[in-house]
């Protein structure tokens, strides 16, 4: 009696404090498997494919009617210099970021003949997709997977029974763009070669791969097959973009690729990809809980998240307008190497992706955007002398990734672009914040002040100075809004924002001189554009008689609040940021807007909560994967409105100012949620919300916990 006793009262000990004592990470262990993506119908073809990557290698994986495993292989890197895609000559500039080909895996006899059972499953924790095909002694088992750590596509198929596994290659560029090599041994290989007479950016750059597979043998150039029936079969699929002169050239630098990858284990392999996989969910993670919205909003943040994944740790930033993976889109006859919007870099839409890698940890992923547009910094440093005569650079809103000035000179005509300066400060303000969460001074040294230097050194000599001696921004544009206007609020409350902080960096970073010039232009900028509307303080859009005609749907005076963070929570004259936002005259919702992040900075839980909710659950109506976001104003799947729903659910439950930290400063009070998200200087914040309360607060390193402040209790 005293031992069953003592056992229930040692089981209810351990319930109780279970809590305290659980594993780093439970909560997500515990969740996030809600979320897998599970499907009871295959196909039949893109549209309803499903998103895979390593973060540079993509695929969209669906299984056709007659049971066939089919992905699209796509690359970050795959830039075709042939831009026969494109419609509109402007959208050929930049080349076209091509798929590499279609993979189709056939299994005989068809498990799916004799029994319409079918399971196909994203697994989110371990970054892989595993379909279930038939039944019983049918059933057949195919598990894909791109290696987080190495180049390389595995699919790995179990059966119940023997059966012959086919393997074939389909490209619809063969005999037009691809060459598929001839006479390869027990392998496929194919590749895409621009011409050295394309863009000399793009000029012999070459990409493809090798499809390999122990017992597989070649029926033809484009098809594998088992030479008897097996139950298990492992196919893997080399991809590789390189520089080179010739096909032979980069065949025999991928050939050392994958000796190289073939002689490690694949269990190995298989089990440090997971490792991967589960070291990135712990990094960061939102779980909202109550109505059916909250549980679609979720979902729509953790989807965006791992697609985010998939694509972001390659050679070049995610393209905004589909990323890695544009499915085919028959009702318009355009295949999956078409997106609009072309090729080129939009920053204004490229950035929606980037600025919620902060809060979640996902400081790697920013690093192709970095990389991309510091290496474009000297050359158009270089035009911008040639052209008007003095130092600093700027940033073309839409640029291919090498860069480049094209509308530049005194009689360039206005036009949503053309006068547009804005992008290198907003990169700058996201550079410094990525320097204040990691405390990274080598990234100082090498990109944020050479990018930062450079664009204040723009706005410094590019502009003249009024009768006052204040900075003369005219003629300039206030974002696409509002064309060739005069000083319009964008860059002025970007250029206090980037300046007050730069100049504040520690002590032996800058140089003295550098820094009185900082300090001196800051004293000559011009106050942010003010007016009364309906006798309330409000922000404007640039500064003059509000008579400029507007050419798109966008509300530059909030930059202000966002991206800049002038005006906010916990800041001056909060009223009047609240007082313009309500006065804001558009109020679109969904892709770039930006409402739902200002609305949180400012405090309006149940706005954020409306634009986050939209945001974060606007499918396309055409694709099946939950979070491939309709087009909007872009091309589906849309990155800007998940990035920008991401965004927006981050800033309802945290905001930084500095060294302080806001907890739950807009989070509505129907939601519940468990969070952990990073903060500057190296923190982690995670708790959770119940009832309208924060609890199980846990701040790591500790000693920031005196910097936080739960915004639900009263001061």
Same mark, same amino acid.
């Given at each position: 009696?005293?031992?069953?006793?003592?056992?229930?009262?040692?089981?209810?000990?351990?319930?109780?404090?279970?809590?305290?004592?659980?594993?780093? +990470?439970?909560?997500?262990?515990?969740?996030?498997?809600?979320?897998?993506?599970?499907?009871?119908?295959?196909?039949?073809?893109?549209?309803?494919?499903?998103?895979?990557?390593?973060?540079?290698?993509?695929?969209?994986?669906?299984?056709?009617?007659?049971?066939?495993?089919?992905?699209?292989?796509?690359?970050?890197?795959?830039?075709?210099?042939?831009?026969?895609?494109?419609?509109?000559? $402007?959208?050929?500039? +930049?080349?076209?970021?091509?798929?590499?080909?279609?993979?189709?895996?056939?299994?005989?006899?068809?498990?799916?003949?004799?029994?319409?059972?079918?399971?196909?499953?994203?697994?989110?924790?371990?970054?892989?997709?595993?379909?279930?095909?038939?039944?019983?002694?049918?059933?057949?088992?195919?598990?894909?997977? @791109?290696?987080?750590?190495?180049?390389?596509?595995?699919?790995?198929?179990?059966?119940?029974?023997?059966?012959?596994? =086919?393997?074939?290659?389909?490209?619809?560029?063969?005999?037009?763009?691809?060459?598929?090599?001839?006479?390869?041994?027990?392998?496929?290989?194919?590749?895409?070669?621009?011409?050295?007479?394309?863009?000399?950016?793009?000029?012999?750059?070459?990409? &493809?791969?090798?499809?390999?597979?122990?017992?597989?043998?070649?029926?033809?150039?484009?098809?594998?097959?088992?030479?008897?029936?097996?139950?298990?079969?492992?196919?893997?699929?080399?991809?590789?973009?390189?520089?080179?002169?010739?096909?032979?050239?980069?065949?025999?630098?991928?050939?050392?690729?994958?000796?190289?990858?073939?002689?490690?284990?694949?269990?190995?392999?298989? %089990?440090?990809?997971?490792?991967? $996989?589960?070291?990135?969910?712990?990094?960061?993670?939102?779980?909202?809980?109550?109505?059916?919205?909250?549980?679609?909003?979720?979902?729509?943040?953790?989807?965006?998240?791992?697609?985010?994944?998939?694509?972001?740790? &390659?050679?070049?930033?995610?393209?905004?307008?589909?990323?890695?993976?544009?499915?085919?889109?028959?009702?318009?006859?355009?295949?999956?190497?078409?997106?609009?919007?072309?090729?080129?870099?939009?920053?204004?839409?490229?950035?929606?992706?980037?600025?919620?890698?902060?809060?979640? +940890?996902?400081?790697?992923?920013?690093?192709?955007?970095?990389?991309?547009?510091?290496? !474009?910094?000297?050359?158009?440093?270089?035009?911008?002398?040639?052209?008007?005569?003095?130092?600093?650079?700027?940033?073309?809103?839409?640029?291919?990734? $090498?860069?480049?000035?094209?509308?530049?000179?005194?009689? @360039? =005509?206005?036009?949503?672009?053309?006068?547009?300066?804005?992008?290198?400060?907003?990169?700058?303000?996201?550079?410094?914040?990525?320097?204040?969460?990691?405390?990274?001074?080598?990234?100082?040294?090498?990109?944020?002040?050479?990018?930062?230097?450079?664009? %204040?050194?723009?706005?410094?000599?590019?502009?003249?100075?009024?009768?006052?001696?204040?900075?003369?921004?005219?003629?300039?544009?206030?974002?696409?809004?509002?064309?060739?206007?005069?000083?319009?609020?964008?860059?002025?409350?970007?250029?206090?924002?980037?300046?007050?902080?730069? !100049?504040?960096?520690?002590?032996?970073?800058?140089?003295?001189?550098?820094?009185?010039? $900082?300090?001196?232009?800051?004293?000559?900028?011009?106050?942010?554009?003010?007016?009364?509307?309906?006798? =309330?303080? @409000?922000?404007?859009?640039?500064?003059?008689?509000?008579?400029?005609?507007?050419?798109?749907?966008?509300?530059?005076?909030?930059?202000?609040?966002?991206?800049?963070?002038?005006?906010?929570? +916990?800041?001056?004259?909060?009223?009047?940021?609240?007082?313009?936002?309500?006065?804001? =005259?558009?109020?679109?919702?969904?892709?770039?807007?930006?409402?739902?992040?200002?609305?949180?900075?400012?405090?309006?839980?149940?706005?954020?909560?409306?634009?986050?909710?939209?945001?974060?659950?606007?499918?396309?109506?055409?694709?099946?994967?939950?979070?491939?976001?309709?087009?909007?104003?872009?091309?589906?799947?849309?990155?800007?409105?998940?990035?920008?729903?991401?965004?927006?659910?981050?800033?309802?439950?945290?905001?930084?100012?500095?060294?302080?930290?806001?907890?739950?400063?807009?989070?509505?009070?129907?939601?519940?949620?468990?969070?952990?998200?990073?903060?500057?200087?190296?923190?982690?914040?995670?708790?959770?919300?119940?009832?309208?309360?924060?609890?199980?607060?846990?701040?790591?390193?500790?000693?920031?916990?005196?910097?936080?402040?739960?915004?639900?209790?009263?001061?």
């Amino acid at each position: 009696m005293k031992k069953n006793t003592l056992l229930i009262i040692t089981i209810l000990f351990l319930i109780i404090v279970s809590p305290v004592f659980a594993k780093p +990470g439970a909560v997500v262990d515990t969740l996030l498997d809600k979320y897998n993506v599970s499907w009871n119908s295959p196909g039949p073809g893109s549209a309803q494919s499903m998103p895979l990557g390593n973060g540079d290698i993509g695929l969209n994986v669906w299984v056709e009617k007659n049971g066939d495993l089919v992905f699209y292989i796509s690359k970050t890197d795959a830039w075709g210099g042939e831009p026969d895609t494109q419609k509109d000559e $402007w959208m050929k500039q +930049g080349g076209v970021l091509m798929k590499l080909g279609a993979i189709r895996v056939s299994i005989s006899p068809d498990p799916l003949a004799n029994s319409p059972v079918f399971k196909q499953v994203l697994k989110l924790k371990t970054g892989e997709i595993v379909i279930q095909e038939g039944e019983g002694t049918s059933l057949v088992t195919l598990r894909v997977w @791109v290696d987080a750590n190495n180049p390389v596509i595995r699919v790995e198929t179990q059966s119940v029974k023997p059966a012959t596994i =086919k393997v074939k290659l389909e490209s619809w560029r063969a005999g037009l763009t691809d060459t598929i090599l001839n006479n390869q041994r027990k392998r496929i290989a194919w590749y895409h070669h621009n011409s050295s007479t394309a863009d000399p950016h793009l000029a012999n750059l070459t990409f &493809g791969a090798i499809i390999k597979g122990k017992g597989l043998e070649n029926m033809d150039n484009l098809t594998l097959q088992s030479g008897k029936k097996v139950k298990s079969q492992l196919i893997s699929i080399y991809p590789l973009t390189s520089v080179s002169a010739s096909g032979d050239r980069w065949l025999s630098d991928l050939e050392r690729k994958v000796n190289q990858i073939e002689k490690l284990k694949l269990e190995q392999t298989r %089990l440090t990809h997971q490792q991967w $996989w589960q070291q990135f969910w712990q990094r960061s993670w939102v779980f909202v809980h109550g109505d059916e919205q909250a549980s679609n909003v979720t979902q729509g943040y953790v989807l965006q998240r791992f697609v985010t994944a998939c694509a972001g740790r &390659g050679a070049y930033p995610i393209k905004f307008n589909g990323s890695i993976f544009v499915a085919d889109n028959p009702a318009k006859n355009e295949n999956a190497d078409f997106r609009a919007w072309g090729g080129q870099y939009w920053f204004q839409n490229t950035r929606a992706m980037y600025w919620p890698r902060l809060m979640a +940890g996902d400081f790697d992923m920013m690093q192709p955007l970095f990389r991309m547009y510091a290496s !474009i910094l000297p050359a158009n440093a270089a035009q911008v002398q040639q052209y008007y005569h003095h130092g600093g650079a700027y940033f073309a809103e839409t640029a291919p990734f $090498w860069g480049g000035l094209d509308f530049m000179g005194p009689d @360039v =005509k206005a036009n949503y672009t053309n006068h547009y300066f804005t992008p290198i400060l907003e990169l700058s303000m996201m550079m410094l914040d990525y320097y204040e969460y990691t405390g990274d001074t080598a990234f100082v040294k090498k990109t944020l002040l050479p990018v930062a230097t450079a664009g %204040l050194q723009f706005f410094d000599q590019h502009f003249g100075r009024d009768s006052t001696g204040k900075l003369l921004l005219d003629p300039d544009n206030a974002i696409e809004m509002f064309w060739k206007v005069h000083n319009p609020a964008p860059d002025i409350a970007g250029l206090q924002a980037v300046l007050s902080r730069m !100049i504040k960096l520690p002590g032996g970073m800058v140089d003295e001189k550098t820094l009185s010039q $900082w300090e001196k232009l800051y004293d000559e900028l011009p106050p942010l554009p003010i007016s009364n509307n309906n006798n =309330k303080k @409000v922000l404007l859009p640039y500064t003059g008689p509000q008579t400029a005609k507007s050419f798109n749907s966008e509300n530059p005076e909030l930059y202000a609040i966002y991206p800049f963070r002038i005006y906010g929570l +916990g800041k001056p004259d909060l009223d009047v940021a609240v007082n313009t936002f309500n006065a804001r =005259k558009q109020r679109s919702k969904g892709c770039w807007v930006q409402d739902p992040i200002q609305a949180a900075m400012l405090g309006q839980a149940d706005v954020a909560k409306e634009y986050v909710s939209f945001a974060l659950t606007r499918k396309d109506p055409t694709l099946k994967f939950p979070a491939f976001w309709d087009k909007g104003n872009d091309y589906m799947p849309d990155e800007d409105n998940g990035g920008n729903g991401e965004n927006g659910l981050q800033q309802m439950l945290m905001q930084v100012n500095g060294k302080k930290i806001m907890l739950l400063p807009a989070w509505p009070a129907a939601w519940d949620a468990d969070f952990k998200l990073n903060a500057p200087y190296n923190t982690t914040v995670e708790g959770r919300v119940e009832n309208g309360k924060l609890i199980n607060l846990k701040v790591s390193p500790e000693s920031r916990m005196a910097d936080v402040t739960d915004m639900t209790k009263p001061e």
